[in-house]
T-cell receptor
């Protein structure tokens, strides 16, 4: 069981470039999430997918798009990267299936720098 | 969403108990109290959660005030590995979005 995996681990982009962050979970979880964490701050929710086929905006969705490719995979796309998107990005998943969240499982993070 | 208030930082000696407080005076009857922690350079990990009664698991204990306006995460014997940021989060019974504040930075001295 790998849990939640994220690729890449590190990335440097120039302003205006695009890229996709990949996330996969092997725990048969229904819900998946993307967060960002700026230095010295707590995590902020970008987008989430409560179940396969659905996605919803979180607290800070501007500049991002997501795709829930299947139950296992949830990707985050930056169409035109900006320096303000320099951050650590965490993917997470949870078992929620019409019931309350108990444990949310997090990936190791992707450290993104936009110059 | 109901808010939580935690101290910015706390310090503990190794092998001593640590009590991490959290105030949530506007908590509603269906809000669960969750605790997560984030070790350096890692993603957060679940620690414990509760509703009204005190809870224990292999990692920690959660003591919830009778009026539920505050709670305390208890690490019974702090180790150097417990140095982390600890987040206290309220979540509605069928809510699906965790809202992270700044948390409490716990430093453990050897």
């Amino acid at each position: 069981n790998a849990g939640v995996t994220q690729t890449p681990k590190f990335q440097v982009l120039k302003t205006g470039q695009s890229m996709t962050l990949q996330c996969a979970q092997d725990m048969n979880h229904n819900s998946m999430y993307w967060y960002r964490q700026d230095p010295g701050m707590g995590l902020r929710l970008i987008y989430y997918s409560a179940s396969e086929g659905t996605t919803d905006k979180g607290e800070v969705p501007n500049g991002y798009n997501v795709s829930r490719l299947n139950k296992r995979e949830f990707s985050l796309r930056l169409e035109s990267a900006a320096p303000s998107q320099t951050s650590v990005y965490f993917c997470a998943s949870t078992r929620l299936a019409g019931g309350p969240i108990y444990e949310q499982y997090f990936g190791p993070g992707t450290r993104l720098t936009v110059t | 969403d109901a808010k939580t208030t935690q101290p910015n930082s706390m310090e503990s000696n190794e092998e001593e108990p640590v009590h991490l407080p959290c105030n949530h005076s506007t908590i509603s009857g269906t809000d669960y109290i969750h605790w997560y922690r984030q070790l350096p350079s890692q993603g957060p990990e679940y620690v414990i959660h509760g509703l009204t009664s005190n809870v224990n698991n292999r990692m920690a204990s959660l003591a919830i005030a009778e009026d539920r306006k505050s709670s305390t995460l208890i690490l019974h014997r702090a180790t150097l590995r417990d140095a982390a940021v600890y987040y206290c989060i309220l979540l509605m019974e069928y809510g699906n979005k965790l809202v992270f504040g700044a948390g409490t930075i716990l430093r453990v001295k050897s």
